[in-house]
């Protein structure tokens, strides 16, 4: 039987994003290109380190850590905007200023990186089927974040975009994303967090509840959706408990990144080489 909450997304998927550009007046792009640039920089960054150690002999584990052909699983993915934004940046130029030999641009990516036809996993069927139009080189696969179907250490990279609050349990699904991520592989989740500051606050809870769901019936027909939305951004938890469960988890918070004053974070994790 369909749950409440997936029938409410597969309710909404024809306007989904028109509406998230619309409601956050565009700054959900922003938000996911600059995870994507940072991601970029980061693995650029670690292939750059691979190089400089490589006389002592680690230059073979991190090469393997850091692929040239990422695997990447956008989890709780949606309709793949966050997918198809991480393609354009990973395959359109060099992140950073690559020295020779270590991370050197190969055919205008940083050390060649491209991404293998991506996965796009989400519990929303409806959400899912809105993927095939786009023309993303990528996968749609129908799970559940908390058991997904891969083996263990099968991707690279994992997105996590505006996703975790919706998970019934944020604790496991940190733990399974953790299973299926390969060692030296990062999650970055892309997040409304419960709100901590006195703007924030007013947002979400003076603000928020006036025109979110006003906006979403009107172009969506659905105000229960967009009430909804509201409503799980406050139950969430703060981002710094959030991170904190991370670590518990296994990863490491390589970055934390405030964005307008709060209204989104994007935090960067790390599973450790060591897990290797």
């Not at 263990?152 to 019934?168: A, C, H, K, S, W």
């Not at 296994?250 to 004053?261: H, R």
Request: with cysteine.
């Amino acid at each position: 039987m369909k749950s409440p909450v997936r029938k409410m997304f597969d309710g909404i998927a024809s306007r989904y994003d028109f509406l998230n550009h619309f409601l956050s007046c565009y700054q959900d792009v922003l938000w996911r290109r600059y995870c994507c640039k940072s991601l970029k920089k980061m693995m650029a960054a670690d292939v750059a380190g691979a190089g400089e150690t490589a006389e002592g002999g680690v230059n073979a584990v991190v090469a393997k850590i850091v692929p040239r052909n990422v695997r990447l699983l956008d989890l709780c993915g949606g309709t793949g905007d966050f997918a198809n934004t991480f393609r354009k940046i990973f395959e359109g130029g060099c992140a950073c200023k690559c020295s020779s030999g270590n991370a050197s641009s190969q055919n205008g990516t940083a050390r060649g990186f491209a991404v293998d036809p991506a996965v796009i996993g989400d519990f929303s069927y409806g959400m899912l089927a809105e993927v095939k139009p786009k023309k993303i080189n990528a996968h749609a696969v129908q799970l559940d974040a908390m058991k997904m179907p891969f083996a263990e250490r099968q991707f690279d990279v994992i997105l996590n975009g505006f996703g975790m609050r919706n998970v019934p349990d944020a604790r496991g699904a940190l733990l399974e994303s953790y299973r299926v991520l390969d060692a030296g592989g990062y999650l970055c989740v892309l997040e409304f967090f419960s709100p901590r500051n006195l703007f924030n606050k007013f947002f979400y809870k003076v603000l928020a509840p006036l025109f979110i769901p006003v906006m979403g019936a009107f172009f969506s027909g659905k105000r229960d959706a967009y009430e909804y939305l509201v409503n799980s951004i406050i139950r969430f938890l703060p981002v710094d408990e959030f991170c904190k469960m991370a670590e518990e988890c296994g990863f490491e918070v390589k970055k934390v990144k405030m964005f307008d004053g709060g209204i989104s974070f994007g935090v960067f994790l790390h599973k450790p080489v060591s897990a290797a």
